[in-house]
Each structure stands twice: as C-alpha cells, then as structure tokens.
C-alpha cells in the first residue's frame, strides 16, 4: 500500500502532491497543522484533534472548514490506506496568494493530509527510558495554536540528537519547564503528577489529557502548575507524553540522572493506561 496524500479533495500518492509556491503555508509558515494515529485500525480521539484545529484556524481569522468535510476527508483517507497504525497529518493553510504579508480575508484554505504508518518508538527507549536536554524556549507566545512554524522545535530537537541526547525539553527564561519539541512534559514527585498548565506556551496536548483523566479514574493526584528546572532534576520520575510518544520515559534531564536512572512505576502504569484507553474507547472506526 503506497503511502498517500489527500490535497484539496484528491487522494494520490504523496510523491505525486504539489503545491503551489504562493501557498502561505510555504512563503510565512501561515498554517496549522494536526496529527492523529490510529490503535488497530481505529483514530484516537478524533474529535479531540479537530476541536484544537478549529481553535488554531479560528484564532489565526481562516475561513471555517465544516467539520462533517473534514471528517470525511480523513475517514477516506485513512480507509484508503489501511494501515492499523495510521499516522494521519493534516494540515491547513491559509490559501495561495501573491506574496504580502497583509492578507484577504476571502482567500481559500488550502487541506492538505498524508497518511503513514507509525514506525514504533524503539523498544529499548520503551523500556529503559530516554535522555535529554533542557533549552531555553526562542517560540512565540501563541504555543496554544499548532502552528507549522516549528523552526524552535526543529532546531532544538536537532540539537539534542547532535549531543547525543534523544530530545530538548523547552524551559522559559525564568527555568519554568514548558514542554519537550513534540511532547508535554511531566513530573512526578511523592507519588503526585506535575504538569504545566494549559496556557498559551503550551500546546495542549490531547495526550496530556487522556492522561489527566486516566489519573481522575484511578486515584492518581496530579496538578496542572509551574515547575522550574530544578524541580525536574529533582523529581522521581519524569516523561513525556505526545500523539506518537505516548508515554515515554525520560531518565536523564541535562547531566543530571533522574532518581535512579530508571524507569518507574507511575510512568509504567500510565504507559499500561494509555494503550488500554486508546483500544476501549475509539472515536472512529
Ligand atoms: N507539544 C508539542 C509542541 C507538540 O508538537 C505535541 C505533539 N503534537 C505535543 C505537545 C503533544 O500533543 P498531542 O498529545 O496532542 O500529540
């Protein structure tokens, strides 16, 4: 099954995709973006990942795109294709024009969507946990919206790989930790969760949610605040948790070794979790 794009309405392979160079995605990043997988054939939480599209389209002044076109779009997409463990990206720009930076506010989204299949996060980072790096946070303040300018993102995760780390977790000039290039970061110290709270320097992750509401159902306590650097090397356990990440545990943060270097059991149980929820509760077929 080849791997396949949807541009405008067509479905074809995606080596055979064009844009075109006016699109405003292209000349000033004027886009935003999602990205869905699927567990054994079935998208988790779809309507999660559209409801934070809508939001990204609304706060940037695109046109509406009616959500039944945009679930139909994905649904023939994703069914096209086949795969179990789809990796769906869509992404919306705000149309083509000549190059300006002002914009008409009649111009065209441009929906454009690949699908992939996930390649499984190694094994032994599963297991044994990954290490990474802190870096200060060069994004703009409007993290909430899922933007395709990722050049921070990119920059900083590039970063981590030349150093041998496997990710950068970004952290604000005050050492406030924000969130890694792709994933949201939590901590856990004396049996209690720790996360950033929902606000414009995050994303709000619809993995980070699953988690929260996995924690609500078994009695795990957790709190949405600030955390500083400090309180990350500090911490008992730590991990990220993202669409393709999951739940990934993190056992190195800069030079410091996190508790003992390994793995512990929250980060385990919500790995368990999160697999769990993502095949008892599908939002689509
Ligand atoms: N933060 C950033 C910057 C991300 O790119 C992602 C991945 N989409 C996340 C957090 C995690 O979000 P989600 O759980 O919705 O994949």
């Known amino acids: 099954m080849p791997d396949l794009a949807y541009l405008n309405g067509e479905i074809m392979p995606i080596d055979q995709a064009r844009v075109p160079i006016e699109d405003r995605g292209y000349q000033f990043a004027d886009g935003v973006y999602e990205y869905i997988a699927s567990y054994e054939g079935?998208?988790?939480?779809?309507?999660?990942?559209?409801?934070?599209?809508?939001?990204?389209?609304?706060?940037?002044?695109?046109?509406?795109?009616?959500?039944?076109?945009?679930?139909?779009?994905?649904?023939?997409?994703?069914?096209?294709?086949?795969?179990?463990?789809?990796?769906?990206y869509i992404q919306i720009t705000r149309g083509v024009a000549p190059r300006n930076h002002a914009f008409a506010t009649t111009l065209t989204p441009q929906i454009v969507m690949t699908v992939r299949e996930?390649?499984?996060?190694?094994?032994?980072?599963?297991d044994n946990g990954i290490q990474t790096i802190t870096v200060r946070d060069l994004r703009w303040s409007r993290c909430d919206i899922k933007t395709t300018q990722l050049l921070a993102n990119c920059l900083a995760k590039q970063k981590a790989l030349a150093s041998g780390y496997y990710d950068?977790?970004?952290?604000s000039d005050q050492d406030i930790v924000r969130e890694g290039t792709s994933s949201n970061v939590f901590a856990v110290s004396n049996g209690r969760l720790t996360t950033h709270p929902l606000t414009p320097h995050i994303l709000?992750?619809?993995?980070?949610?699953?988690?929260?509401e996995?924690?609500?159902?078994?009695?795990?306590?957790?709190?949405?605040?600030?955390?500083t650097r400090e309180n990350l090397y500090a911490a008992d356990e730590v991990f990220l948790s993202g669409t393709v990440t999951e739940v990934l545990p993190v056992i190195g943060v800069d030079d410091r070794?996190?508790?003992?270097?390994?793995?512990?059991?929250?980060?385990?149980?919500?790995y368990a979790a999160l697999g769990a929820k993502a095949l008892d509760r599908p939002d689509v077929r």
């Open 214 to 227: 996995i924690c609500g159902e078994i009695g795990l306590e957790f709190s949405e605040s600030f955390f």
């Open 204 to 212: 709000p992750g619809i993995t980070r949610m699953a988690i929260l």
């Open 42 to 88: 079935r998208l988790f939480r779809l309507e999660a990942h559209l409801d934070r599209l809508e939001h990204g389209l609304r706060e940037l002044g695109y046109a509406p795109i009616p959500r039944p076109h945009l679930r139909s779009a994905i649904a023939e997409l994703f069914q096209r294709a086949g795969y179990a463990r789809a990796g769906i």
């Open 118 to 126: 996930i390649k499984a996060i190694p094994a032994d980072l599963r």
């Open 257 to 270: 070794i996190i508790a003992n270097g390994g793995v512990g059991p929250i980060t385990r149980q919500l």
């Open 168 to 171: 950068a977790i970004f952290v």
